[in-house]
């Protein structure tokens, strides 16, 4: 009896994407950029992957995930075009296994120290991967709960992985917002202006960058004001299933 729900919950994410993608769109539209200047990351944490075939059926080839554990489970699973970013803060010790599992692994949307940069970097060069494209992680609402480093030394950071890293390639910031995983205004302003910094001070053109922010609940606004990435989860696939946790 299971199966035809899983079936129909997979159906009404492909649905629900295409909603996504067109309010995305014009998001752009009235930002003055072309409908497809923003990516749509379907970020599938604790969906089946059922859900996230379905939209790969459906045409879509850019996928998240939060915790390496579910993204090394899901990516040998899946066809290997899809491109994947890693969303968030990621511990050195599994830069490794993260890198290895995954050789379709696009992106890295959440370097935000220098070690976690060095790690990626070695492990790049010995796994004889292609350079990785990653963005520098800033923790633009304040929140000591929130990876991410300080909007004052994004700057320093973007330099290390620009020019330090060389089989890393530096593509820009993202934020992850508030506790509730939406933002305001000020949030996108701070990332904006973290990037005039940085372009400014590693003399990279500002069309060339690149700026993750926006969820579900405010990703219109973020692609209005410059975003060129959005991570969208419950809004394509429903509330996120966490299992009870186990007692340690």
């Known amino acids: 009896m299971a199966a035809p729900v899983a079936e129909g919950a997979a159906a009404s994410a492909a649905v629900a994407l295409r909603a996504v993608l067109a309010r995305a769109g014009r998001a752009a539209e009235r930002s003055g950029r072309a409908a497809e200047a923003a990516r749509v990351v379907a970020v599938g944490k604790t969906k089946p992957v059922s ?11 850019c996928f998240g ?17 899809i ?7 990621l511990q ?7 890198l290895a599992a995954v050789p379709n692994l696009d ?10 940069a060095n790690h990626l970097d ?8 292609e350079p990785l494209k990653v963005l520098v992680q800033v923790n633009t609402s304040g929140e000591e709960s929130k990876s991410g480093i300080d909007p004052s030394r994004c700057v320093e950071l973007a330099k290390h992985v620009k020019l330090a890293c060389p089989h890393l390639i530096f593509s820009g910031l993202m934020t992850i917002g508030m506790k509730d995983y939406s933002s305001t205004p000020e949030n996108f302003k701070a990332l904006v202006a973290c990037k005039l910094e940085v372009c400014k001070a590693l003399e990279i053109p500002t069309e060339q960058f690149e700026l993750s922010m926006g969820m579900s609940g405010d990703f219109e606004q973020a692609i209005e004001m410059g975003s060129t990435n959005v991570r969208i989860g419950s809004t394509i696939f429903g509330p996120r299933e966490y299992p009870k946790k186990k007692q340690k």
């Open 122 to 129: 070695r492990a790049v060069n010995s796994l004889g991967r």
């Open 51 to 61: 859900m996230l075939r379905q939209l790969y059926d459906a045409g879509h080839r």
């Open 65 to 81: 995930e939060n915790y390496v554990q579910e993204i090394v489970t899901k990516a040998p699973q899946l066809p290997e075009d």
């Open 107 to 116: 992106m890295v949307e959440g370097v935000d120290n220098e070690k976690v």
């Open 83 to 89: 491109r994947w970013h890693f969303i968030g803060h």
């Open 92 to 98: 050195s010790n599994k830069v490794k296994p993260l």
